[in-house]
């Protein structure tokens, strides 16, 4: 979002383009805070997993949420950097530095959920669900990357 509302300062932009910008700055904080609740949201949810396994009461209610949420975040981090890579398209070297360290972030963000998401898949029972959230997680990887 800041390398946008760098770019947004630009003289000469022509409508299309600064309407682009401003949209995909909104999309890019939004992304951030709603990653940062995700993350308040994922502890809470490993929290809640431990104490259900201790009780042995509500395991699957408890095993879903902590597999949506790190799904969730890896879902957020692969749409952000897709607009980041689209971003980078259209930077100098320098604010293209700026693009590059966060995906950076982005990726690191989307590895850890999706180690978390595949941890917590284990302990399940291997049902169509699971399978189905494998094939979710193994796309997103694929956006993520290219």
């Given at each position: 979002s800041?390398?946008?509302a760098i770019l947004l300062e630009r003289p000469g932009l022509r409508?299309?383009?600064r309407k682009r910008l401003q949209r995909d700055r909104n999309t890019l904080a939004k992304v951030?805070?709603?990653?940062?609740?995700?993350?308040?949201?994922?502890?809470?949810?490993?929290?809640?997993l431990v104490r259900a396994m201790r009780t042995r009461k509500g395991i699957p209610r408890a095993r879903e949420k902590a597999i949506g949420c790190p799904l969730r975040i890896c879902e957020e981090?692969?749409?952000a950097s897709r607009i980041m890579r689209v971003l980078g398209?259209?930077?100098?070297?320098?604010?293209?530095?700026?693009?590059?360290?966060?995906?950076?972030?982005?990726?690191?963000?989307?590895?850890?959920?999706?180690?978390?998401?595949?941890?917590?898949?284990?302990g399940g029972d291997g049902n169509r669900d699971?399978?189905?959230?494998?094939?979710?997680?193994i796309r997103l990887r694929?956006?993520?990357?290219?």
């Open positions: 800041m390398v946008c409508a299309l383009e951030r805070r709603h990653l940062a609740h995700l993350i308040q949201e994922d502890a809470q949810a490993y929290h809640t981090a692969a749409g398209r259209r930077t100098g070297p320098y604010l293209g530095s700026d693009i590059q360290a966060g995906r950076a972030l982005l990726r690191g963000a989307f590895e850890s959920a999706f180690v978390t998401a595949e941890v917590n898949l284990r699971a399978i189905r959230v494998r094939k979710r997680l694929s956006l993520l990357e290219s």
